[in-house]
């Protein structure tokens, strides 16, 4: 077989996959497989690192290979590696090492090798900034010039910046980065004017193909720094070399910014960074724990996920505050103990409410029959109570998904994941709902 058609054969693979798997869990950890090698009995595919093919192995072995037999009906094995484009390496680590010791430039200071585009969790908040960076990989300095990332504190627009130009560097080992905040482009800047070095400062700013300048809004009210990023902006502009910015409010919304920056800065492409959705929270809670070798149940992550509605920072903290937390009392990390330590009711205390009587209650209620909540149709009007059904039991009765699923006719336990998060999200701005949601209870403890 010539190696197009197994290429097609492995790309019919990933889109079975892209039905079973959640977008933001494809993006994440297939979107950049590939097939490497195939065997009569073996299918080598090619990962970009060692944690996603950790991932695969671990999470996602039976999708693949579900996947895998339906597209070749003699069910080959499926091996990863990791492969960088065409370099194939065992260790990306030593990869970089050797590109940088090859090339005549030094490492650019302070890109940090943790924030790469592999452990970027990509999903609704932030799929439009990751596709422009995408985009920016492919083409820089050409198609978006310059880049402007701008979101509230903590989503990631400084971890997405350095995957950019890392993935840049990996292409082109002797590209020219300098990474800084403003500050720190400030502060150099006065500096070199202290100094009379001024064109030491300018030859420097000047000679590079890719500028990342974070929290470009510190910038506001100076007006001899706007007047020189100004210059070294047109600068680099007119050579095609990229410049990429982040900043907490589009520039518009930056105060005391010369207008001429302001709209140097719309001139490329603004994309925003908005909080994450419960799925992002989850995939970035997976991938934490993945990384630091914490065993913790998907159910526990899906649990603190919906308790912590807040941006990437403040979600790490809290799952690294609960995992201390609980091992430092000797405890271990399951459901039980999360629960408690987050304030909830815990497993003894609740399972008062008896979950039939929560079913039967909710059919009352809404005047339907039990086939109507179980069964498989999908009218519009059995969809609420569905969902309330699914939230109940599991926030009153404390059930598992898979065991609420089980109840509900067969569900899946994403199915049941989703509308229990649905009616979380629902009853916190839609008055019926919450009416809905206290009569039920109330109706239920009585
Ligand atoms: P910002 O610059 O927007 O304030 P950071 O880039 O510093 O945010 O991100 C804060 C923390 O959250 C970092 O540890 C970063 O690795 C992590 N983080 C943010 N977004 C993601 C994401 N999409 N996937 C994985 N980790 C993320
Ligand atoms: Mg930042």
Not at 51 to 62: D, M, V
Not at 78 to 94: C, Q, R, Y
Not at 196 to 213: A, Q
Request: glycine share 6%; hydrophobic share 35%; aromatic share 8%.
């Amino acid at each position: 077989m010539d190696s197009n058609e197994s290429t097609k054969k492995w790309s019919k693979v990933l889109d079975l996959i892209k039905s079973e798997v959640s977008t933001p869990n494809y993006r994440t950890w297939f979107s950049k497989t590939h097939l490497l090698n195939e065997e009569e009995n073996l299918l080598t595919i090619g990962v970009p690192s060692r944690f996603i093919q950790e991932q695969l192995t671990k999470k996602y072995s039976g999708v693949i290979s579900s996947a895998v037999e339906k597209i070749y009906p003699h069910k080959p094995e499926v091996t990863f590696k990791v492969s960088i484009s065409e370099i194939e390496t065992e260790d990306e680590n030593l990869i970089e090492l050797d590109l940088v010791k090859h090339s005549n430039t030094p490492p650019p200071q302070g890109l940090n090798v943790k924030y790469s585009l592999e452990n970027f969790v990509v999903g609704l908040s932030n799929n439009l900034a990751y596709a422009a960076a995408q985009a920016v990989i492919a083409n820089p300095g050409i198609s978006y010039n310059p880049l402007f990332i701008y979101g509230g504190t903590g989503v990631g627009k400084t971890h997405l910046m350095h995957g950019v130009g890392q993935a840049l560097l990996k292409k082109n080992p002797y590209l020219k980065i300098i990474y800084c905040s403003s500050e720190k482009f400030m502060n150099d800047f006065i500096e070199s004017l202290q100094t009379k070095k001024m064109g030491e400062f300018r030859s420097r700013y000047r000679s590079c193909d890719l500028l990342l300048i974070d929290d470009i809004q510190f910038i506001s009210g100076r007006d001899s720094t706007q007047e020189e990023f100004f210059h070294t902006f047109n600068d680099l502009q007119s050579k095609n070399s990229q410049v990429i910015l982040t900043s907490d409010r589009p520039p518009g919304e930056i105060q005391k910014l010369e207008s001429r920056l302001a709209s140097r800065f719309q001139g490329g492409l603004m994309v925003d960074i908005q909080l994450p959705d419960f799925d992002t929270r989850v995939a970035i809670l997976k991938a934490r724990c993945l990384e630091r070798g914490d065993n913790i149940p998907e159910e526990c992550l899906t649990l603190i996920a919906q308790e912590t509605e807040t941006n990437a920072r403040e979600l790490e903290g809290k799952l690294l505050q609960i995992i201390q937390s609980i091992k430092l009392l000797g405890k271990e990390l399951n459901m039980e103990n999360i629960r408690s330590y987050l304030g909830k009711p815990t497993l003894n205390t609740s399972g008062k409410i008896d979950s039939r009587k929560v079913l039967t209650f909710i059919n009352q209620y809404f005047n339907l029959k039990m086939v109507d909540l179980t069964g498989p149709k999908r009218k519009k009007e059995l969809v609420l109570p569905r969902q309330l059904a699914m939230f109940l039991l599991y926030q009153e009765c404390n059930l598992p998904y898979e065991k609420i699923g089980e109840m509900l006719g067969g569900r899946d336990h994403t199915t049941i994941m989703h509308g229990v998060e649905k009616i979380h999200e629902v009853s916190q701005r839609d008055r019926e709902v919450q009416r809905l949601l206290i009569e039920l209870k109330s109706g239920l403890t009585n």
